[in-house]
């Protein structure tokens, strides 16, 4: 074989659950994966990988893989293994499987994330498998569903500006993100931005590396980002610094607004809810009002709380009320998902469910579920997931998974938190080993993931393995037999104009396709949300329907407003990502442990003084749910009341066995349904402290 046929360049996409969802080059030698880069050529991505990812052939392989199939031999917990066949492995769950559907198929529970975010092995032959089933359906709440409502119920679904206009910005408001750890190929476009001129500003309750990095910080308390943008709009209307034609001609209920937040939002009421000044709510509203184009990055960190969607909801309102939207570089994205037409029914066959209503339950609420739910989960199938270290209230996940009764199935590339509870343990393939297509959320690229190498040991993708189970379970339906490839086409045979010229053959050779949208896309310039009434409607029918009042109001985190709560637990705490990590994703894996040495809390040196905390000291958070040990780090990057847990590490990696979801709660959002993981409250104490 000549060394040109040896060697070959292909192209792939970072799976991971990130907005940026990076087109990738990976350099194969000899069926060897050498070198892995950005594809110069993809313009949002343009060459570049985070740490995490341009590491990635660690990762794929890593000693540490899984390799084989396993059967626990120790109690649950233990991570005691041995090595069993395939055979004898899918041979296994088929009869538990069958067994329990005879009885009552909504006793199986899939549980599965965004371990990837590619569609096949995201969400294809799994869901087929599991509707064929009848297995209870799980609703996937532990990150955006807050959000997306939110903006739903306002701007007609998750939709927003082009990130890629993001350089083009005047001013640039970073709400809730910190892009430089999770969104970093948007943070180049703020960066230059800054430099043309561009006034930046963060707000956060936290001083993250992008924070520091922005012409100004607005540290607000947690859960009061709704407050603010209410006072903000009580300056904007009282000193006219809105666009009246572009309201009256694609807006909905903007008078109702106007008297509301008259009545109700005044600065003053905003500053004091957010433990702010009031120059700096006026202040934020006139630059909001007077600087064009202003574009507004929303994250998720602001809506993991009890009244989130009605926060998101609130701050999409903005763009609408100063006409941000007429120009590309204005606006305001949370996520572009919704700009995407993947064929979501040909991918899942939802026709499988057969008419059928399986009960759903809440990813959030996984622990109580695994103890309390009625008829109880019998058995669990977890992929692309970690939950014993990423759900809520931990105590509560390890008491379900520690169940005798519970039969439990892992796929996972390593040998997680998770993993050391389950019954049969499966290898799965990395992005490297398998075919995927992908859309993004934080722009409007198409990527291909063609196959770069074989999978390593006996590992196969997830898509795979439910192909090899619906065989055992007699499952005879023509699209279990469906190969990756086909999915992929599948995915991708949509008639919606943006999706027009977008097919799996070009994407495999070429890595990457734009939508269909004009190279300075400014969706909503003219109107036309994708709402009922095709207006940005700061009165929503779709929330008044539910009981919701229909115009923006301020919700409340929920512990926080819990005076007796908060006497006993005074400290908001809050659980973001790592740098180095995602979500528990990288954190088994020493360059990333070593980068982030080990798991700590930073504190505001008012709050550690006032405990007897000094730098370095080990310090125990604690609440009613559990606790946590870490390292204390006095460094003012929180605001007074609020300390900071960079997330999610592995409890085995952990000094006492637990991490930050020790503490967070299972309560969920006003909307969606989602985790509320930064609504919560605890008391910190030195470990060598007397208990309370």
């Not at 003053?268 to 809810?273: C, K, P, Q, S």
């Not at 926060?311 to 995407?340: K, S």
């Not at 622990?367 to 997931?385: K, S």
Request: net charge neutral; proline share 6%; aromatic share 8%.
């Amino acid at each position: 074989m000549s060394a040109e046929a040896a060697s070959r360049v292909v192209h792939t996409a970072c799976p991971h659950d990130c907005p940026d969802t990076c087109a990738m080059l990976v350099t194969v030698e000899n069926g060897v994966a050498t070198r892995i880069q950005g594809d110069p050529a993809m313009p949002f991505t343009d060459g570049t990988l985070c740490t995490k990812v341009a590491h990635y052939l660690e990762r794929t392989y890593s000693p540490e893989r899984l390799r084989q199939p396993m059967r626990r031999v120790g109690r649950k917990g233990a991570g005691e293994f041995r090595r069993i066949g395939w055979e004898e492995a899918l041979d296994e769950i088929a009869a538990r499987l069958k067994a329990l559907a005879r009885e009552n198929p909504e006793s199986i529970l899939p549980c599965s994330y965004a371990g990837t975010m590619g569609m096949v092995q995201y969400g294809s032959m799994d869901r087929r498998f599991f509707y064929r089933l009848g297995a209870s359906v799980l609703d996937r709440t532990l990150c955006s569903s807050a959000g997306k409502f939110g903006l739903k119920a306002t701007l007609g679904g998750s939709v927003g500006m082009d990130p890629e206009r993001f350089d083009d910005a005047r001013l640039i408001v970073l709400w809730g993100t910190n892009p430089i750890v999770s969104n970093l190929h948007l943070w180049s476009r703020v960066q230059e931005a800054k430099r043309r001129g561009a006034k930046v500003i963060a707000i956060d309750p936290y001083r993250s590396l992008s924070a520091e990095k922005c012409t100004q910080h607005v540290a607000l308390l947690p859960g009061t980002d709704g407050a603010l943008a209410l006072g903000m709009m009580h300056v904007l209307v009282t000193e006219g610094l809105i666009d009246r034609e572009y309201i009256a001609h694609y807006t909905l209920g903007y008078e109702a607004l106007r008297q509301s937040v008259l009545e109700k939002y005044p600065p003053e009421w905003a500053a004091r809810t957010c433990g702010i000044s009031r120059a700096e709510v006026v202040q934020l509203a006139r630059d909001y009002g007077s600087i064009r184009p202003a574009a507004i990055r929303l994250n998720y960190g602001m809506q993991r709380h009890a009244g989130g969607g009605i926060a998101a909801r609130t701050i999409a309102c903005l763009p609408a009320l100063v006409g941000a939207w007429r120009e590309a570089a204005g606006g305001l994205v949370l996520t572009t998902a919704d700009f995407y037409s993947f064929d979501q029914a040909a991918l899942e066959r939802p026709d499988l469910l057969r008419g059928r209503r399986p009960r759903a339950i809440n990813h959030a609420r996984l622990g109580e579920t695994l103890t309390t739910a009625q008829p109880p989960v019998r058995a669990l199938i977890v992929y692309n997931n970690n939950p014993v270290a990423v759900c809520p209230e931990s105590e509560k996940v390890i008491a379900g998974f520690s169940r005798e009764d519970l039969f439990t199935v892992v796929m996972d590339h390593f040998q997680t938190d998770t993993a050391d509870y389950a019954d049969i343990v499966l290898p799965s393939t990395t992005q490297l080993e398998h075919f995927d297509v992908h859309k993004s959320y934080g722009h409007l690229y198409v990527l291909g993931n063609d196959r770069a190498i074989e999978p390593l040991g006996e590992s196969l993708p997830n898509s795979e393995v439910f192909r090899r189970l619906a065989q055992r379970m007699g499952f005879d339906e023509p699209c279990f037999r469906d190969s990756d490839e086909e999915l992929c086409r599948a995915a991708l045979a949509s008639s919606h104009p943006r999706m027009k010229g977008i097919a799996w053959e070009k994407l495999k050779h070429s890595g990457w396709q734009k939508l269909d949208v004009p190279e300075r896309f400014a969706p909503f310039a003219r109107g036309g949300f994708p709402t009922p009434s095709g207006k940005c409607e700061f009165y929503s029918e779709y929330l008044e329907n539910q009981g919701i009042d229909p115009l923006p109001f301020y919700n409340p985190p929920a512990e926080a407003s819990d005076e007796n709560l908060r006497q006993r637990y005074p400290l908001a705490f809050l659980s973001p990502p790592a740098r180095h990590f995602l979500n528990s994703t990288f954190a088994n894996l020493a360059r990333w442990r070593d980068f982030e040495r080990e798991p700590h809390l930073d504190m505001h040196a008012r709050d550690a003084g006032a405990r007897g905390i000094r730098d370095g000291d080990r310090v125990r958070v604690f609440n009613d749910r559990g606790s946590c040990t870490l390292r204390a780090r006095v460094n003012g990057k929180a605001r007074p009341g609020v300390v900071v847990a960079p997330s999610v590490w592995w409890k085995k990696y952990s000094p006492d066995g637990a991490n930050a979801n020790n503490v967070t709660s299972q309560r969920t959002s006003d909307l969606g349904g989602g985790a509320t993981f930064y609504d919560c409250q605890v008391q910190v104490e030195r470990v060598d402290a007397p208990l309370r």
